[in-house]
């Protein structure tokens, strides 16, 4: 039996399509089971639907809080019968409630070496600092911001010219490189966590 991924997105969808694009390949043995976006109008949901995937739209609101959210949250993974979650720039922390449910079945995709520059604006922040090297990090969720294990990460060097779309348009590649892969492991079984590291088993 293929693990039943949804995916969460914000935003444009690229990492989105990287995943749907390896699917399609034959490369990542999942069914993708839903796509779910707090943003009704994120192109993420037109890329899911351009591919014959079930969306979902989740807004906050002012009477729905984190709980509230969490609740309905985990009630669409439950109607789509989901075993692992993709966060594919999902810019909304993933409340503990559904943390607690799907432990250690819940991937993130962040455009830097975490744990350096956690949070928004990661490529900004880097470039800010002046660090040399920075890169992608794929890790697993919990409940703080950025802080799950991690099961892979790529490097990217900080060029002398570069500005922030251009570093994070040379992150965003390393993303599509390794988030389908890092999925793939997790839907064959073979991350396993051991105290805050996660093994490969491969
Ligand atoms: C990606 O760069 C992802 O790493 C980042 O948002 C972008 C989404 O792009 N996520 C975060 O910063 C999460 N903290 P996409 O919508 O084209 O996949």
Same mark, same amino acid.
């Given at each position: 039996?293929?693990?039943?991924?949804?995916? !969460?997105?914000?935003?444009?969808?690229?990492?989105?399509?990287?995943?749907?694009?390896?699917?399609?390949?034959?490369?990542?043995?999942?069914?993708?089971?839903?796509?779910?976006?707090?943003?009704?109008?994120?192109?993420?949901?037109?890329?899911?639907?351009?591919?014959?995937?079930?969306?979902?739209? +989740?807004?906050?609101?002012?009477?729905?809080?984190?709980?509230?959210?969490?609740?309905?949250?985990?009630?669409?993974?439950?109607?789509?019968?989901?075993? /692992?979650?993709?966060?594919?720039?999902?810019?909304?922390? /993933?409340?503990?409630?559904?943390?607690?449910?799907?432990?250690?079945?819940?991937?993130?995709?962040?455009?830097?070496? !975490?744990?350096?520059?956690?949070?928004?604006?990661?490529?900004?922040?880097? !470039?800010?600092?002046?660090?040399?090297?920075?890169?992608?990090?794929?890790?697993?969720?919990?409940?703080?911001?950025?802080?799950?294990?991690?099961?892979?990460?790529?490097?990217?060097?900080?060029?002398?010219?570069?500005?922030?779309?251009?570093?994070?348009?040379? /992150?965003?590649?390393?993303?599509?490189? !390794?988030?389908?892969?890092?999925?793939? +492991?997790?839907?064959?079984?073979? /991350?396993?966590?051991?105290?805050?590291?996660?093994?490969?088993?491969?």
């Amino acid at each position: 039996m293929k693990a039943k991924l949804a995916v !969460l997105a914000s935003g444009r969808g690229t990492n989105l399509q990287a995943i749907i694009d390896a699917w399609r390949q034959g490369n990542l043995p999942v069914e993708i089971v839903g796509v779910l976006s707090n943003n009704p109008s994120a192109p993420a949901l037109a890329r899911a639907r351009a591919n014959g995937i079930a969306t979902a739209v +989740l807004e906050l609101s002012d009477y729905c809080h984190r709980n509230c959210y969490g609740e309905q949250l985990l009630k669409q993974l439950h109607a789509w019968q989901a075993d /692992i979650v993709a966060l594919a720039g999902f810019m909304f922390l /993933i409340p503990p409630l559904v943390v607690t449910k799907f432990r250690h079945r819940i991937l993130n995709v962040h455009p830097s070496l !975490l744990p350096s520059f956690k949070g928004l604006n990661a490529q900004k922040q880097a !470039l800010e600092y002046g660090v040399r090297i920075t890169g992608c990090t794929i890790h697993l969720v919990d409940e703080g911001l950025d802080t799950g294990p991690i099961v892979m990460q790529a490097p990217v060097p900080v060029l002398a010219n570069d500005t922030v779309e251009s570093l994070s348009a040379r /992150i965003l590649k390393e993303e599509h490189r !390794l988030y389908p892969e890092a999925i793939r +492991l997790l839907a064959t079984g073979k /991350i396993k966590v051991r105290g805050r590291k996660a093994i490969i088993l491969e």
